[in-house]
Nanobody, 115 residues
Framework: QVQLVESGGGLVQPGGSLRLSCAAS????????VNWYRQAPGKERELVAT????????NYANSVKGRFTLSRDNAKSTVYLQMNSLTPEDTAVYYC????????WGQGTQVTVSS
């Protein structure tokens, strides 16, 4: 079955960095785009970034452009979200998501940016 497992979240100070990972299994990973979403308390879920199956096209939300970098390693069935220059506004649960026969979501990983 399809599984998406996020990791790498944690507590970081403003200006710091984190790298999130999304490890996938149960499907042909390289054929599918992967999306990263985040949801802050009391806010709507927000699409952060998307990468195509081959990694040839990547799109970012304006709120993270220039600070976040999305990449993938299809040999490892893993997507990475490098997050730099973090601010308290980046505090959220981060989810990876793949659209297959339905939408598949990971369990999420908490990112907290605070001094």
């Amino acid at each position: 079955q399809v599984q998406l497992v996020e990791s790498g979240g944690g507590l970081v100070q403003p200006g710091g960095s984190l790298r999130l990972s999304c490890a996938a299994s149960g499907f042909t990973f390289s054929r599918y785009a992967v999306n990263w979403y985040r949801q802050a308390p009391g806010k709507e879920r927000e699409l952060v970034a998307t990468i195509t199956g081959a990694g040839s096209s990547i799109n970012y939300a304006n709120s993270v452009k220039g600070r976040f970098t999305l990449s993938r390693d299809n040999a490892k069935s893993t997507v990475y979200l490098q997050m730099n220059s973090l601010t308290p506004e980046d505090t959220a649960v981060y989810y990876c998501m793949v659209i297959g026969s339905r939408d598949y979501w990971g369990q999420g990983t908490q990112v907290t940016v605070s001094s």
